[in-house]
């Protein structure tokens, strides 16, 4: 690697996920990946993904059992990409009323709630499975690791519990289930998370993995260019 870093991409690793399709996703894409644990491959990582399926409250415990709960919120207070996905995503948030109330990383203001099962007289699976197209919420996706993406594309979701950022700001993206509009990603400078599954949306999926190589690939190449031009100076 061109970076001094031990790590390109820490895929986190607290016990919940579909790690090896996200690791695989990133490979595609042209990252290496590793899947870890490890607060120093998370804080020597050039981006750091939080996947995640299944219960709110357990992965936090697992977080805080690893002692990974500071190093997220240090990467997020830094300049290192981190990207959140489904309850990756969720964790970032403020707390969650899944099974009781718990406190998430509080990176993003907000709270997660559950999905309805019905509204208007009809009712709806929860959770959630299927396609659904995402849709910008004001904001242009350009720069972001939405950018290539059509409005409307269709991504994979899999939850029963959603993020309501207290915030709209933060908002990237939508989509509706039933008569429900919620957030389907949200992106806060180097921050950047979606409810939905890209390593499992196909070919239009893979377009976020590839930005995020195009992001990391861009830092390292500038941070090359400084060091560059720092040693030149101290040999003038």
């Known amino acids: ?8 991409v820490a895929v986190v690793d607290y016990g919940m996920g ?11 894409a042209g ?12 804080l020597s990582a050039a981006a750091v993904i939080l ?12 977080l805080r059992e690893l ?19 489904c309850l990756g995503m969720q964790l970032l948030l403020s707390e969650s009323h899944e099974f009781g109330e718990h406190k998430g990383l509080g990176i993003i203001e907000g709270e997660v709630v559950r999905l309805q099962g019905s509204a208007d007289g009809r009712r709806f699976k929860v959770p959630q ?15 972001s690791l939405l950018e290539g993406l059509a409005e409307g594309e269709f991504m994979y979701f899999v939850h029963s519990f959603y993020c309501k950022p207290a915030d709209p700001g933060v908002v990237a993206a939508t989509t509706r289930y039933g008569a429900l509009e919620f957030c389907a990603s949200l992106r806060r400078r180097n921050v950047f998370a ?7 949306s196909g070919r239009e999926g893979l377009t976020i993995y590839r930005n995020l190589a195009a992001m990391i690939n861009g830092a390292q190449s500038k941070e090359h260019d400084v060091r560059e031009v720092g040693s030149q100076i101290r040999t003038a």
């Open 194 to 200: 979606c409810q939905f599954h890209p390593e499992r």
């Open 51 to 62: 996947p995640g399926v299944g219960a709110f409250g357990t992965a936090m415990d697992a």
């Open 31 to 42: 990252l290496q990946a590793v899947i870890t644990n490890s607060k120093r491959d998370v």
């Open 18 to 28: 579909n790690l090896f399709s996200v690791k695989l996703a990133c490979e595609q």
């Open 129 to 143: 499975v299927g396609w659904n197209p995402i849709h910008s919420a004001g904001r242009e996706w350009k720069g």
């Open 67 to 85: 002692d990974l709960v500071e190093p997220l919120r240090d990467i997020a207070a830094s300049r290192t990409p981190l990207v959140g996905i």
């Open 1 to 8: 690697m061109s970076d001094s870093r031990a790590v390109q």
